[in-house]
């Protein structure tokens, strides 16, 4: 059984950095798409970011160059750098795993991609 659990998330003024975290847990050394999503509130799930098994990322045009998608296979860890929030980053932050595509991401920004998904952290940027 395979879970994600977020962490990292907060409150921060404009212009701040978060770094938010993923721990997969029950699975190790399996080829995955990893990706963060995020919803804010009234709105649908948002690609952010996604890295292949073998270190490929893809990073949505909102966040360019300001957002870094980055991961640990030793701890089994997700990051996401989070630099020069703006108020409109404020969301729930989600990192989701898709264990079919053999670690390529296929389709890196449809959600219905990812079998599992964490519980989301809340980044506020006021």
């Known amino acids: 059984h395979v879970q994600l659990v977020e962490s990292g998330g907060g409150s921060v003024g404009a212009g701040g950095s978060l770094r938010l975290s993923c721990e997969v847990i029950?699975?190790?050394?399996?080829?995955?798409?990893m990706g963060w999503f995020r919803q804010a509130s009234g709105k649908e799930h948002e690609g952010v970011a996604t890295i292949g098994w073998h270190g490929d990322t893809r990073h949505a045009d909102s966040v360019k160059g300001r957002f870094t998608i980055t991961q640990d296979k030793a701890k089994n860890t997700l990051y996401l750098q989070t630099n020069s929030l703006k108020p409109e980053d404020t969301a729930m932050y989600y990192c989701a795993a898709d264990c079919g595509g053999g670690g390529h991401c296929y389709w890196p920004f449809i959600p219905n991609e990812y079998n599992y998904w964490g519980q989301g952290t809340q980044v506020t940027v006021s």
């Open positions: 029950g699975v190790v050394d399996s080829p995955r798409c």
